[in-house]
């Protein structure tokens, strides 16, 4: 999640109403399926202001009971949800809200909220050929839907690491191979999903 705790202030000609924005650099939200997650809308005003949230194509959006909702206060709010009741519609896309009172009407940038599964995953080893006496770089594959949020911290043999052995481990996950080695597997971890 990326915030700023900067605010914007707009004031009308009465000078007792303004609107203003709060982390107005709020772009993206990534939250586990598990959890759900609330998304404050990064404005607000005094008088209070009304608080609205719309989908990046312009269209307001619309509870839908026990998977979205906006809060009076203005905080949207989606549900937790099984993996099978994934929408991308919902679940991942981009938002946008507006606050308007006397003082007119702004609208926040776009906010894209994106639901990640946590679900078991596996990684594997693709494989390599080489000639004899030559090296060889072995890639981790990982699941399309968990690759943007599992670092490859290691490769192991034994419970040694292949990292405290040769001090390698490429970008990606990559790592360079030579038969006196042995055999190698490699561990993944989930690096940054709430």
Same mark, same amino acid.
């Given at each position: 999640?990326?915030?700023?705790?900067?605010?914007?202030?707009?004031?009308?000609?009465?000078?007792?109403?303004?609107?203003?924005?709060?982390?107005?650099?709020?772009?993206?939200?990534?939250?586990?399926?598990?959890?759900?997650?609330?998304?404050?809308?990064?404005?607000?005003?005094?008088?209070?202001?009304?608080?609205?949230?719309?989908?990046?194509?312009?269209?307001?959006?619309?509870?839908?009971?026990?998977?979205?909702?906006?809060?009076?206060?203005?905080?949207?709010?989606?549900?937790?949800?099984?993996?099978?009741?994934?929408?991308?519609?919902?679940?991942?896309?981009?938002?946008?809200?507006?606050?308007?009172?006397?003082?007119?009407?702004?609208?926040?940038?776009?906010?894209? !909220?994106?639901?990640? $599964?946590? #679900?078991? &995953?596996?990684?594997? +080893?693709?494989?390599? *050929?080489?000639?004899?006496?030559?090296?060889?770089?072995?890639?981790? !594959?990982?699941?399309? $839907?968990? #690759?943007? &949020?599992?670092?490859? +911290?290691?490769?192991? *043999?034994?419970?040694?690491?292949?990292?405290?052995?040769?001090?390698?481990?490429?970008?990606?996950?990559?790592?360079? &191979?030579?038969?006196?080695?042995?055999?190698?597997?490699?561990?993944?971890?989930?690096?940054?999903?709430?």
């Amino acid at each position: 999640r990326v915030q700023a705790s900067c605010q914007c202030h707009f004031f009308s000609e009465d000078l007792h109403s303004s609107l203003y924005f709060v982390n107005a650099s709020l772009q993206e939200v990534v939250f586990a399926s598990t959890t759900g997650t609330s998304v404050p809308c990064p404005a607000g005003g005094a008088p209070p202001a009304s608080l609205r949230w719309y989908l990046a194509t312009g269209e307001e959006i619309y509870d839908v009971p026990g998977i979205r909702h906006v809060h009076p206060n203005g905080t949207l709010q989606i549900f937790n949800f099984l993996p099978s009741s994934f929408s991308k519609l919902i679940h991942d896309n981009t938002y946008y809200c507006t606050a308007e009172n006397p003082s007119g009407k702004i609208r926040s940038q776009d906010v894209h !909220i994106k639901a990640v $599964s946590r #679900e078991p &995953y596996t990684v594997r +080893v693709a494989d390599q *050929k080489a000639m004899r006496g030559s090296v060889a770089v072995f890639k981790c !594959i990982i699941p399309a $839907s968990v #690759e943007a &949020y599992v670092n490859v +911290v290691s490769w192991e *043999k034994d419970t040694v690491s292949l990292n405290s052995v040769t001090g390698v481990l490429g970008q990606g996950g990559t790592v360079p &191979y030579a038969p006196s080695w042995g055999n190698w597997r490699l561990t993944g971890v989930p690096s940054h999903i709430p």
